[in-house]
């Protein structure tokens, strides 16, 4: 398929660029021939890229961005994931913000296509019977940061249908990889084993609930699959962004002990580790996604184990 992007379509926005996913996505736009800035609170720039230092509510700043920038592709990727945070703040940024940002797109760049970047989360609690998830499928929020991304996501249909802006919407599934922070589960786990290894921890391996079952996508395909999405995705859709496969966290727990340097590691339960309102089983279906764009996944999960371990003993490398 062809792409849908304008005349300067190889010049992209990424807002969240310092963030774990932007980082990502920054270096495969880049690798892929596009110029990028990025946009953030915080962060160091990439040598190839111009980071805007700023505040999605700040609108003079926002709107001077892109008006300097001029971007065929915005890819909105800054938010709150915490579930804990109060909802004040997570309708703040992840709602309020989406809504300046397309507010300034549509007055800076109205011609650019705007990815913006939602959750699973949003699906919730769905029944053993409705698996694997699609797009149709109702929403059943567990928690409040996932009731802020159903109201981000109803911010960007609604500035599609009320303004014609090229909105283009996608569900992520559990992304992990290099680079991931340690409060999300994979890389807790791979942290932990390479502070044991470096004699930083007893050979004691804290976790939560091993039981779940989620769908996990290397943060590498994932980003690919966004841009992919804004080259040939629909205005206005919505897509799932997985693997389609679902994985027992005690699974990936013995993927990276199978590849720690220190035998006989001892896992011990942490109550502190529990969400409050964990969703036994998550998978998705990509077929929709498939469909427009031909994207699957390519990163073996064996692969991400080892990338991300790898990537835990370079950062507690670099402390000493």
């Not at 599934?173 to 084993?193: D, H, K, R």
């Not at 469909?291 to 390519?298: A, D, E, F, V």
């Amino acid at each position: 398929m062809t792409s849908r992007l304008g005349t300067n379509a190889r010049i992209a926005l990424v807002t969240g660029a310092a963030g774990f996913c932007g980082r990502h996505l920054v270096r495969h736009l880049l690798a892929e021939g596009y110029q990028v800035a990025g946009f953030d609170q915080v962060g160091t720039a990439c040598p190839s890229m111009a980071l805007y230092e700023g505040d999605l509510l700040d609108a003079p700043r926002l709107r001077a961005v892109l008006t300097e920038v001029r971007p065929a592709l915005v890819v909105h990727l800054a938010a709150l994931t915490n579930p804990r945070l109060d909802y004040e703040l997570l309708h703040r940024v992840n709602v309020l913000g989406t809504l300046a940002l397309l507010d300034a797109v549509r007055r800076a760049c109205p011609t650019a296509t705007v990815l913006v970047t939602s959750s699973s989360a949003v699906y919730g609690r769905v029944p053993e019977s409705a698996l694997p998830i699609g797009e149709d499928e109702p929403l059943r929020p567990a928690n409040l940061y996932a009731v802020s991304k159903i109201a981000q996501e109803m911010v960007a249909y609604q500035e599609f249908a009320k303004h014609g802006l090229r909105v283009i919407r996608t569900r992520a599934f559990n992304l992990t990889g290099p680079g991931e922070s340690a409060s999300f589960v994979t890389s807790a786990f791979a942290q932990q084993i390479a502070e044991i290894e470096a004699g930083q921890r007893d050979p004691v391996l804290q976790v939560g609930n091993l039981s779940t079952v989620r769908d996990f996508t290397d943060v590498r395909d994932a980003v690919c699959a966004y841009r992919l999405l804004a080259e040939q995705g629909e205005p206005g859709a919505v897509y799932n962004v997985c693997s389609g496969q679902g994985i027992m966290i005690r699974r990936l727990l013995d993927g990276l002990l199978a590849l720690s340097r220190v035998p006989g590691i001892d896992v011990q339960p942490d109550p502190a580790r529990l969400q409050p309102a964990d969703v036994p089983a998550q998978v998705g279906e990509a077929a929709f996604l498939r469909r427009t764009t031909g994207w699957r996944p390519c990163i073996p999960l064996s692969q991400t184990l080892a990338d991300l371990l790898d990537y835990w003993r370079e950062c507690i490398q670099k402390e000493r």
